[in-house]
């Protein structure tokens, strides 16, 4: 082989392996913590991740500003709240649901569910929600290899935790333990503003989401 040959080879696998690791598009899969649109009744009027002060300021745009600064372009994103299969996770029609998610293949999938699941009272209700999780990551993940973050409840649980982080390891996923963030009183928006609500106050302020964003980034493969 000359060595004008052997130059090329080097760069087109620089490239390759350039783009393998590029994480161009981006699913962030969850709850309110993740978005949630306006509503009057109980005193929200944004558009993002309940309840951080601004947009910029909820996990999801935090990781990607993050990512946008480390690839130095933004990745193309997709953010789905999937609230109603936290609360009846057995039985979810994934394909036809999240039809347009799975469609996405995104390189990167951030899963950040389980405040919203009802209480495993049972060895096999944790089971359920294990198995239920898998499929929904088996779902998303497709035929590809994408990078795959799985996020503990904020509300630290240990048996909703467990399960999670089992159907995590079920599909060789990165899982991120953020039970600690929870007895920081700091990390709470009602520690940082007053609120109406206090369901709303309970979710993570400006401080609680910039920890979450740095717990997934500092796991980022």
């Not at 649109?37 to 947009?55: H, L, Q, T, Y």
């Not at 929870?182 to 609680?208: F, M, Q």
Request: hydrophobic letters at 45%; glycine letters at 6%; aromatic letters at 6%.
């Amino acid at each position: 082989m000359t060595i004008h040959r052997l130059l090329l080879l080097i760069f087109f696998l620089i490239c390759v392996t350039v783009h393998a690791s590029a994480q161009t598009k981006v699913l962030f899969v969850g709850n309110s913590i993740t978005k949630h649109g306006p509503k009057k009744d109980i005193d929200w009027s944004g558009n993002w991740g309940m309840a951080a002060s601004a947009e910029a300021n909820d996990y999801v745009h935090l990781v990607t500003k993050a990512l946008t600064e480390k690839a130095g372009t933004a990745p193309q994103v997709m953010v789905k709240n999937i609230a109603d299969f936290e609360r009846a996770y057995s039985g979810y029609d994934i394909a036809a649901k999240l039809k347009e998610a799975i469609e996405f293949k995104a390189d990167l999938i951030i899963l950040a569910i389980g405040e919203n699941v009802p209480g495993l009272k049972t060895a096999e209700d944790k089971m359920k929600l294990q198995a239920s999780v898998a499929a929904l990551l088996r779902a998303l993940k497709g035929d590809r290899k994408p990078a795959i973050l799985v996020r503990s409840c904020f509300w630290a649980n240990a048996a909703k935790d467990e399960a999670l982080q089992q159907a995590c390891a079920a599909v060789d996923g990165i899982y991120v333990n953020i039970g600690s963030l929870s007895k920081d009183e700091a990390n709470y928006a009602r520690s940082e503003r007053p609120y109406k609500h206090a369901g709303v106050a309970n979710h993570p302020g400006d401080k609680g989401m910039a920890a979450i964003a740095a717990a997934l980034v500092k796991a980022l493969p």
